[in-house]
């Protein structure tokens, strides 16, 4: 024999069996290394015995044969190490002759009224394939017919007690270096869970939460559980909502309006999802989310002139059914009160609810939406090689200059680069009332169109946090996120304007004391007028009546539960920790069902079983780019220029 040192954790006998075969027979303290004739009172007992010492000298163990008495007592166990065996292919009843047995087992076996023999079997040592199934991934093997055991015999005075122990491994154990990865060493804890749940919330996934949890505790041997664990649990969370999540969802919306009675939502099954109020005045619609459903945030501007979510939507379609039940709700939402001014997109089914829906209610169309179409209506040549977008952006995006102002320096661009006869032009010409500032100056807009972007902004807000794989229930988690950031956003801006003041100058013009004011960078300047005794104050930009502040958000509804993360000791199941982390439960009954997958543009074509069908709906934009790219420059017979156009959809052509 040959006597070496080979780990930290213990020593280690090298031995060598008459046919050859090195084995690995582990040196410990006495007190934690199984002994035959050892006895335990009960079965439980005796396995975390030989569990507890399998992880001090480094290997795992796995229950294999059990035997049972027609009264269903366990007559014997057999633990191993799960390396023992080989692998074999996996059929729908796996048996197993057993021959790890002695010969006074044996006999005992023989004498004893058995009921029937089960082989334990490690599933993750095996493929996971079914009839008729594509081939998956192979793994590699962990058996290697390792002979360590123990055996478990019962006693009839009661009790069990070692009958067979065998210490020599046949492959090497795990060093100190690498104990981590031990699978009796790898458990997700509290504190584990509530990292991936609460970093799900702001769309941060779980390989990243591992990587962070790395950080915070010194490296990946100090995590305690691996990659896939995490990656698992994340599966485990959407597999345990798959079915009830809209019910779920709407059990959430149906406790916060018994916690905070000023809490609105409703839903209608088959055409709207839900809808969720949270406060409100002027507003957006925009797009975006699971099942493929448009996710519509009713956004206005606050005090600030910050973006502010008043509601949220959720519809199957974008018909005009669904927009006006939207619409409809909103309005029931806030008292029967219709907002000042919607705008939206030129969807033209929106079009038709917001006049139906809507009585007083000034609807207009987006400016940042129209102008964003412009290189694909007039062509991205006269855009890229010309000053057309720039001047026609001068008399577009001027907010100071009246309707007369606007029509003339419209006609005047349009002569100058010869698109006077263009269709769409014309079109956009003809409904200029909807769009451009100059015609709704009396209309309080709150600084609304003053931005070019900020329904993108807004959706760009909630993609943040939000991706079309997340399911109802991760949702609504990561919206109520959103919304917290928001909330905290206008908080810092509010102690900003109580604590900071902007620089202005004195100045005195004909006897009037004139305060001159910079606003940032902006250099606009505005002629203000205000009565000391009277309090009255005007302003040459006409918006004097400027938006009430917004009233202030109760406190919040829910207390943040304490979550003690030092307490591992107690095992609780992985359903109750996903209960306790998305605080709802899986339903006794469930009458709202998930939602089939919606059909809209960019998110493909599906047939009723929700899965993936032929290609996405695309949209013009994209058609047109990806023609771009095929296409050849050639020369129009029109115009005479090399372009990706021809004499029939010639942009000069009159």
Same mark, same amino acid.
């Given at each position: ?42 079965? %439980? ?65 023989? %004498? ?29 093997? $962990?058996?290697?017919?390792? *002979? ?89 969370? *959407?597999?345990?909502?798959? /079915?009830?999540?809209? +019910? !779920? ?5 149906? #406790? ?32 975006? !989310? ?26 199957? *379609? ?16 806030? /008292? ?110 709150? /600084? ?14 909630? $993609? ?25 956003? +206008? ?6 304007? +109580? ?18 004011? $910079?606003?940032?960078?902006? #250099? ?35 207390? $943040? *539960? ?6 591992? +000791? ?6 109750? %920790?996903?209960? !306790? ?6 339903? %006794? ?66």
């Amino acid at each position: 024999m040959d006597l070496s040192v080979e780990f930290g954790t213990s020593n280690v006998l090298h031995a060598f069996t008459p046919g050859g075969t090195k084995i690995w027979i582990p040196c410990c303290d006495s007190e934690i290394r199984p002994t035959i004739g050892m006895k335990f009172s009960k079965l %439980d007992e005796g396995l975390r015995f030989y569990e507890s010492y399998a992880a001090v000298v480094g290997f795992i163990t796995r229950k294999s044969t059990v035997k049972k008495r027609k009264n269903g007592i366990i007559s014997f166990q057999i633990i191993v190490c799960n390396k023992a065996e080989f692998k074999e292919k996996r059929n729908n009843v796996v048996t197993e002759k057993v021959d790890s047995i002695g010969e006074e087992d044996d006999n005992f076996v023989d %004498d004893m009224n058995v009921e029937e023999v089960v082989v334990g079997q490690d599933k993750e040592d095996y493929d996971c394939q079914e009839a008729n199934t594509p081939m998956v991934k192979r793994r590699l093997s $962990t058996r290697v017919g390792c *002979k360590a055991k123990m055996i478990l015999k019962y006693c009839e005075d009661g009790g069990y007690i070692v009958s067979n122990f065998e210490k020599g491994h046949t492959h090497h154990l795990y060093s100190s270096e690498n104990s981590h990865f031990q699978k009796s060493k790898r458990k997700l804890t509290m504190f584990h869970k509530k990292m991936i749940i609460d970093n799900s919330k702001v769309n941060i996934g779980p390989v990243k939460t591992y990587r962070m949890v790395k950080k915070y505790v010194g490296g990946y041997e100090n995590i305690g559980a691996s990659r896939n664990d995490f990656k698992n649990f994340h599966r485990d969370l *959407k597999a345990y909502i798959e /079915g009830s999540d809209a +019910q !779920m969802f709407v059990d959430n919306f149906k #406790r916060k309006k018994l916690m905070w009675s000023a809490y609105f939502f409703d839903y209608e099954w088959m055409k709207t999802t839900v809808y969720v109020e949270l406060y409100g005045q002027i507003l957006f619609a925009g797009e975006i !989310m699971p099942y493929n459903m448009v996710f519509g945030p009713f956004t206005g501007v606050d005090h600030h002139k910050k973006c502010v979510t008043f509601a949220a939507g959720f519809i199957a *379609k974008e018909d005009v059914a669904s927009f006006e039940w939207l619409f409809r709700t909103f309005v029931k939402a806030m /008292g029967g009160r219709e907002p000042n001014c919607l705008i939206t997109d030129q969807d033209p089914a929106m079009k038709i609810a917001v006049n139906s829906v809507f009585q007083q209610c000034e609807h207009k169309f987006c400016m940042w939406h129209i102008m964003k179409k412009l290189p694909d209506k007039v062509g991205r040549n006269i855009i890229q090689d010309t000053e057309f977008l720039k001047e026609l952006s001068k008399c577009v995006w001027n907010l100071e200059i009246e309707a007369p102002e606007f029509e003339e320096k419209w006609n005047n661009v349009l002569v100058e680069f010869k698109l006077q006869y263009h269709d769409w032009l014309n079109l956009m010409f003809e409904m200029r009332a909807m769009w451009i500032p100059a015609y709704f100056r009396d209309v309080f807009m709150g /600084g609304i169109m003053r931005t070019t972007s900020r329904s993108e902004s807004e959706n760009n807000f909630f $993609t943040s946090v939000v991706n079309p794989h997340v399911s109802l229930v991760e949702f609504f988690m990561r919206y109520e996120t959103a919304l917290d950031a928001q909330r905290h956003c +206008q908080a810092e801006n509010d102690n900003e304007s +109580q604590e900071k003041f902007p620089q202005y100058e004195l100045r005195k013009e004909d006897g009037i004391d004139v305060a001159i004011v $910079t606003e940032a960078n902006r #250099r606009r300047k505005f002629k203000v007028l205000f009565e000391c005794f009277s309090h009255d104050t005007t302003c040459s930009c006409h918006e004097e009546d400027f938006i009430k502040n917004i009233r202030e958000f109760k406190n919040k509804i829910e207390a $943040t *539960k304490n979550v003690t993360l030092e307490d591992t +000791q107690n095992v609780r199941s992985s359903e109750h %920790d996903i209960e !306790m982390l998305i605080g709802c439960s899986i339903p %006794d009954e469930i009458l709202v069902q998930p939602p089939k997958v919606s059909k809209n543009k960019g998110t493909g074509v599906h047939d009723g079983s929700g899965t993936s069908g032929s290609k996405r709906l695309k949209g013009a934009k994209e058609i047109a780019v990806e023609q771009s790219k095929k296409k050849t420059k050639r020369k129009c017979s029109g115009c005479g220029e090399l372009a990706y156009h021809d004499i029939r959809n010639c942009p000069h052509k009159a």
